[in-house]
């Protein structure tokens, strides 16, 4: 069998380009003793993934060049040398973006539960996207009913997830999105309270201090120290920020990042900020996704899937997430 | 009687400067009903003072104009109308940098218990500083045994207690101060595992990781900005950071201040970056006081004091802290 795959072309330095990335094709033997392999119908398209592609060391090993790019997976068995795992099952993995995956006696796959829930959201809002809001937001951020929750990106995977979460723990939500279809999608269709157009807003200090009165007790961020800055005096006593993510910082060097300077708020509000990595929670994934299941079955949590056709399209959807321009999970399909 | 003051002449903008302050003096009329007048023996020259005297708004209101700068504070009541506190009584208040305090009803004072440790250290390593050290280390730091704490201006009366009670709870312990002497004290009598002499050392974040080969899990800070920035990607994973004080950015403007770009540690190593004001764990104090005044009297905990005498010596001595003239906790004695 051929798998095409998209491959580091070049380390990626500032804003990735397209050209940073070529696709090429390799022979895929058959499954040996034990082995299965996989053909992805959907692969995630992530920013996180941005700080393995520059060859800096960062929380996992960086992509070397012509190594596949990675991501989360799901799709479904087509040989398999393993009683465990049958053809045509579905399962979820990290193969990255490639056609092909070969599970070495089914490490690195989990089988998909069967139900109503479509397979693409087993790596959107059940895949780490979901699972980083519902950790970040309710070990770090732990809001409590009547608090103030803002969230930043929030039209994206990880944001939507986490305002819907902290709605549904009673928390009053502010999402903060660029353009009116999505923030009409968080007020309309999720149920946030409020939300800031960040397109249409020049002074962000101002547009949040508007829509939270009573100032932010949880800031749920995906963007970075831009937007951290102009946000640390408006937390209220004893507030919290959950580093989740930093889109805007990825693409920046040292220098060009700004720097968070309003941090007397850290003892004058007695604030607590803290990043996470959501694979430290695995041992209570199940947990969550009973939670999460649970929630998306009573209409509680809705999602979104942002989805371009063929490995082609992997490059421009990469470059364009750091434009602001996916609205909600960011997949390619590579079997329609 | 005549009651000698220093008061605020000028809010503080930039470095303090002695022409900030002023003495004048007031009548203090005999104690009404239920009052106590106490002569104040020691007051303390405080840091975290800086925030108040430059009109702006921080966690506690600014001193206007004219007003008493406030401290820490003890001494013995000299006139009383109030059977619960005879004269003659040792108290700890917060009367500021003046010769009297009137507490209404006892309002605003605690008995100091009887024993051998002096008056003065319950302003010190039994006031504010040392109950600073202790929650912020336990309650924020946590530091486990075999953990390496690093702890900034070491040899001041928070550093100092904070880095000695890391290490009665199994931490290795690391101090930074200004000079060889303060150094040498930390090695030498407090049992600090390894000193950095500031003043000696160009590139701090070298030090450090000479210091602390294997990295940093929790940094006591009480300077800010410029020197947790060096120290971020220093940090181990899960590594916290106590902000208990931000010395040298109370004096600089938003523009001036350093700001804190090394922050994709937050996610990469999982930090935790945390302030406190130590008034919210009134309710533990008690608990403190045991503990701590347990371990000054099996000498684990040691303290230094650092004393100037009379009024007079106050806005100078308030000065020299910005400068790292204090080698201990600063005090003025106003009874010799």
Redesign the interface.
């Known amino acids: 069998m051929i798998n095409r795959r998209v491959v580091l072309a070049a380390h990626v330095s500032g804003m990735p380009r397209e050209s940073d990335f070529r696709i090429d094709a390799v022979d895929q033997p058959p499954p040996g003793e034990g082995e299965v392999v996989v053909r992805n119908h959907y692969v995630s398209v992530d920013p996180g993934m941005r700080?393995r592609l520059s060859g800096e060391a960062?929380?996992t090993a960086p992509v070397p060049l012509g190594d596949v790019v990675g991501s989360a997976t799901v799709g479904r068995v087509i040989a398999s040398n393993n009683d465990a795992w049958p053809v045509g099952e579905w399962v979820a993995g990290a193969f990255g973006w490639q056609e092909l995956g070969l599970s070495p006696g089914g490490r690195g796959i989990r089988r998909i539960p069967e139900g109503p829930i479509p397979p693409s959201a087993h790596i959107g809002v059940l895949g780490i996207p979901g699972l980083t809001a519902y950790f970040g937001l309710l070990d770090i951020g732990q809001p409590k009913p009547g608090e103030t929750v803002l969230v930043s990106t929030a039209a994206g995977a990880v944001g939507s997830a986490a305002g819907q979460i902290a709605r549904i723990n009673g928390a009053s939500t502010v999402g903060i999105a660029g353009g009116q279809a999505k923030c009409r999608w968080l007020t309309e269709e999720l149920g946030f309270d409020a939300a800031i157009d960040r397109l249409a807003e020049p002074d962000m200090a101002a547009a949040v201090a508007r829509e939270c009165p009573d100032g932010v007790d949880v800031f749920f961020d995906n963007v970075?120290?831009s937007l951290i800055?102009p946000i640390l005096p408006l937390m209220r006593q004893h507030g919290r920020l959950v580093?989740s993510?930093?889109t805007a910082?990825y693409n920046l060097g040292?220098e060009e990042?700004?720097?968070?300077?309003?941090?007397?708020?850290?003892?004058?509000?007695?604030?607590?900020?803290?990043?996470?990595?959501v694979f430290?929670y695995a041992r209570e994934f199940s947990k969550a996704w009973t939670e999460l299941t649970g929630w998306i079955q009573d209409g509680r949590l809705k999602y979104r899937e942002d989805i371009v056709d063929g490995l082609e399209s992997l490059p421009a959807a990469f470059v364009g997430l750091f434009q602001g321009q996916n609205f909600g999970r960011k997949l390619a399909r590579l079997v329609s």
């Not at 990042?257 to 990595?277: E, P, Y």
Request: proline residues 0%; hydrophobic residues 30%; aromatic residues 6%.
């Open positions: 700080g960062s929380y970075g120290n800055d580093i993510g930093q910082d040292r990042r700004v720097g968070l300077k309003n941090t007397r708020s850290f003892i004058t509000a007695r604030l607590k900020m803290q990043g996470l990595v430290d």
